[in-house]
């Protein structure tokens, strides 16, 4: 079983829809999540990141994580389409304080006008 | 806002040459990162730095990998006698002291093509 499991899509949504970007996750030890995205021939740009279970919302970004499901989402309201990208998740183990992050393959967001 | 800059944006060698990757991260930083991608796959960690040592190594870090952090603001990657299978666009991160939850923070990455 893979450390960390995306759908890599293409998820396809008309713009204004709510998306909704998942990923789940083996290792318990995992207490730290991020969001990322990352453009064509670019590098990750972080949108969000919680270290606790529940919501943390910003903008129109919302992250959930349920620990004890070992599973985390991202949600965009309002989609537009510069949101097209590639979404990853990340994660990684806090107590080293080195954290080596752990990706997600990358779920493929497109936003149609 | 400042951001972590990374040298060249693409760096084409020939196999067995020597390749060095640059990057300046954040300024106020002080743990020092680099990933890599190959094409259509995860990113995935290489090494961390702290404190001028490596604090962290994945596997993929063998001895033809070294880094350096050669001044107060330069952090670079290294590649003694690169392979085919180096083809890969590498990231360079950092992040701020302090807490372990200060996220990391990426470059644009370079794209190496080994020839």
């Known amino acids: 079983q893979k450390e960390v499991e995306q759908d890599p899509g293409p998820l396809s949504v008309p713009e204004g829809a709510i998306v909704s970007l998942n990923c789940t996750y083996s290792?318990?030890?995992?207490?730290?999540f991020m969001w990322y995205r990352q453009y064509s021939r670019k590098g990750p740009e972080l949108l969000m990141y919680?270290?606790?279970?529940g919501n943390k919302e910003d903008g129109r970004f919302t992250a959930q994580v349920d620990k004890s499901s070992k599973y985390i989402s991202l949600f965009i309201r309002d989609s537009q389409p510069s949101d097209s990208a590639t979404y990853l998740c990340a994660m990684t183990v806090m107590n080293t304080g080195f954290q080596k992050l752990v990706f997600g393959t990358g779920t493929r967001l497109l936003v149609s006008p | 806002e400042p951001e972590v800059t990374q040298t060249p944006s693409h760096q084409v060698t020939q196999m067995g040459q020597e390749v060095i990757l640059r990057c300046v991260p954040i300024s106020n930083h002080l743990y020092f990162y680099w990933y890599r991608q190959i094409l259509g796959q995860k990113v995935e960690f290489l090494v961390s730095?702290?404190?001028?040592?490596?604090?962290?190594k994945s596997e993929i870090f063998d001895d033809q990998f070294s880094v350096e952090r050669p001044d107060g603001s330069n952090f670079t990657l290294k590649i003694r006698s690169t392979k085919l299978e180096d083809s890969a666009m590498y990231f360079c991160?950092?992040?701020?002291?302090?807490?372990?939850?200060?996220?990391?923070?990426f470059g644009d990455g370079t794209r190496l093509s080994i020839l």
């Open positions: 290792n318990s030890a995992f207490q730290y």
């Open positions: 919680t270290y606790s279970s």
């Open positions: 991160a950092s992040r701020r002291q302090g807490n372990s939850n200060q996220p990391q923070h």
């Open positions: 730095f702290y404190n001028n040592e490596i604090s962290e």
